[in-house]
DNA sequence: AGTCCACTGGAACTTGAGGAAT
DNA sequence: ATTCCTCAAGTTCCAGTGGACT
């Protein structure tokens, strides 16, 4: 690819958050927990569906794509992957799990018809689902269309645990023998092992020193992501800068950046309700709903009912946006931390 | 300890866009 | 061209709950 020789990096694609490593550190108990529910399919039997939830960063979307690999590895398996954010209907879900596109964007092509090609590819060749963001998903037919396929194993990722709450009973009783794994936030020293491995497989070895990965796992507080972006961009700053070894300086510099980008790309998410509520609690701090709703109103022209708005919040709350505590009367909400 | 009511979240209903059927 | 149907997004309605206040 490159045939310079770099001062810092010596392969850019380790220090993403999204290359998938051979190893991963500090989830070894989820790890057999996952691959002992799609053991069945090994044996041809159906496989335990699961649902992993956690807060963002701790390696819920790696995890499960790692054990899929390990068991394609092992035997005849497919897997598809879609992300709900981007792809919240029935339609574009299943469309999205096809590998063979139809022509773009829309033919006319029914609902209907995109899950049987989803049926049939699926047919002769066990796969595995993964559903990411399952809590983005408001359709509850389109969980118990999955849950019904035959000769496949669904692993749904979402922030919170209770993605199925505002699905109907049909479907709730369906994924009631879903296994939930839960994925805590990393501790420094668990941080600080997944940036040493990729310090190992990306970079000059000696350009990054123990202590500097630990400052950059501390500010990354829990979540993996923050500190691999940290991690990157410091090397890249030096390496544009020529510089042999990464400077302190590089660092908290480049942690600063890859913690307000985080902040910017959850914030990207959000819609102009979302954004407007998202200022008036940074304008005013802690605030319960009564006064955030008539802010709101103030604020914006085609302002959305109280129980939308409510439900904006909890997405935002799920997202860790926002954060919320006492319960009823006293609920109070603020930006998080 | 009793009443009040702000807040929550489930459920049914409405709206509007866009494809399908005739 | 029109009517019908499906889907997503939002609204209206409401019962339950437990803090706040007396």
New binding site residues.
């Given amino acids: 690819m490159n045939s310079f020789r770099n001062s810092v990096i010596e392969d850019a694609r380790v220090l993403t958050a999204d290359y998938l490593p051979n190893e991963m550190v500090a989830r070894d108990s989820e790890r057999q927990e996952i691959a002992r529910n799609l053991r069945p399919m090994t044996e041809d039997q159906p496989p335990i569906d699961m649902l992993i939830y956690g807060p963002p960063g701790t390696g819920k979307t790696s995890m499960a794509r790692y054990v899929v690999e390990e068991l394609k590895s092992k035997m005849f398996a497919n897997s598809a992957y879609v992300n709900c954010f981007s792809h919240?209907?029935?339609?574009?879900i299943f469309y999205e799990m096809l590998d063979k596109k139809l022509t773009v964007p829309?033919d006319?092509?029914?609902?209907?018809k995109v899950i049987q090609l989803f049926r049939e590819k699926v047919r002769d060749s066990p796969t595995v689902i993964i559903v990411d963001e399952a809590d983005q998903v408001?359709?509850d037919e389109v969980m118990f269309e999955l849950s019904k396929l035959n000769n496949t194993g669904l692993i749904m990722i979402a922030n919170d645990s209770n993605v199925f709450?505002?699905f109907?009973?049909r479907v709730r009783s369906r994924l009631s023998g879903v296994r939930k794994i839960h994925f805590r936030s990393y501790s420094v020293d668990q941080i600080v092992e997944i940036l040493k491995r990729r310090r190992e497989h990306g970079l000059r070895t000696d350009s990054v020193s123990d202590k500097q990965l630990k400052a950059i796992a501390k500010a990354a507080d829990g979540d993996a992501r923050v500190g691999l972006n940290s991690l990157r961009t410091a090397a890249q700053e030096s390496e544009k800068q020529g510089n042999e070894n990464i400077t302190d300086k590089i660092i908290e510099q480049s942690v600063e950046v890859s913690k307000s980008r985080t902040r910017i790309s959850s914030l990207e998410r959000l819609?102009k309700h979302q954004k407007t509520v998202y200022e008036i609690l940074e304008e005013n701090g802690r605030m319960?709903?009564?006064?955030i709703y008539q802010s709101y109103c103030e604020q914006i022209d085609d302002?959305?009912?109280?129980?939308?708005i409510?439900?904006y919040m909890?997405k935002m709350e799920a997202y860790e946006v926002i954060d919320?505590e006492?319960?009823?009367?006293?609920?109070r909400?603020a930006l998080a931390d």
């Fill in positions: 919240k209907s029935k339609f574009e829309r006319g092509t029914s609902t209907e408001v359709d709450g505002h109907d009973s819609n319960k709903m009564g006064n302002n959305k009912s109280k129980r939308t409510r439900r909890n919320s006492g319960a009823k009367k006293a609920k909400y």
